[in-house]
């Protein structure tokens, strides 16, 4: 992974912050992985019932939040992740997944494995191009062997609501912030030698009401806009299911 990704949470307060004030109670990112959540899982319990004896990797797992909801539901499940910080945290909350540490996944025990399924949530928007297609790859050989799966998200989509306010933070603040188009996520992931199955959006209203007396309205308009309909196409997080492509 490149070193401004890798550094982001390397230290007690970064992992501290992303724990309550990323994913605060009552925050955005919490809201909508309430609404992820249910999706997630029955993604993967679809694969279990497929495979019975299927394992899981998550990369990129951080502090644990998608092992705790589905390492009961896998055989087995493994988490990667380059932060130690990181790792304590998800070492404390997961009591049957094995945790990770390391700075290139081929040289870690990891790769000794294949897998059934792999999650990889709010990696891509944040890593660099070639960090996405370095981990991409790592990922098809090791879910190739098993014609496995892989959940990806891009939790900044290019073509959501949210993009006028970005537009309108770059020009006036001078702040930016990185966004990916649907066509540019498919084309990355075709590239890496993965099929998109289907494709889910979450919250289609810009994040900024959710800090406005307008709240629970946009809680309940994202409620009933998220799912895999058109107006995915608005949404702020894409959610994409995958198979590895298998050549004929």
């Not at 190739?144 to 073509?159: C, D, T």
């Not at 992931?189 to 209203?205: R, S, T």
Request: charged residues 25%.
């Amino acid at each position: 992974m490149a070193d401004h990704y890798s550094a982001q949470f390397l230290t007690r307060d970064s992992v501290s912050d992303y724990e309550t004030v990323e994913y605060a109670s009552k925050s955005y990112s919490t809201y909508i992985w309430q609404l992820q959540r249910p999706v997630l899982q029955g993604i993967v319990e679809r694969v279990r019932i497929e495979r019975p004896m299927a394992r899981l990797l998550d990369f990129a797992c951080g502090t644990g939040r998608i092992l705790t909801l589905l390492e009961h539901v896998v055989h087995q499940s493994d988490g990667f992740d380059v932060s130690p910080e990181m790792a304590l945290v998800a070492r404390a909350k997961c009591s049957r997944s094995r945790i990770i540490v390391g700075r290139g996944l081929r040289a870690t025990e990891l790769w000794a494995a294949d897998y059934d399924i792999a999650v990889s949530m709010r990696f891509l928007l944040n890593a660099d191009h070639e960090s996405r297609v370095a981990a991409l790859l790592d990922l098809r050989d090791r879910l190739a062997e098993r014609n496995g799966y892989l959940v990806v998200n891009v939790h900044g989509h290019a073509r959501s609501a949210r993009h006028a306010a970005l537009v309108y933070r770059r020009i006036r603040r001078g702040e930016r912030h990185q966004e990916l188009r649907d066509k540019e996520t498919r084309q990355l992931l075709a590239k890496c030698g993965f099929n998109v199955l289907e494709v889910v959006g979450f919250g289609v209203v810009p994040p900024t009401l959710y800090r406005t007396p307008l709240r629970r309205l946009a809680e309940r308009v994202d409620k009933a806009c998220s799912g895999p309909g058109f107006l995915r196409y608005i949404a702020v997080d894409l959610l994409y299911v995958c198979q590895v492509h298998v050549s004929n």
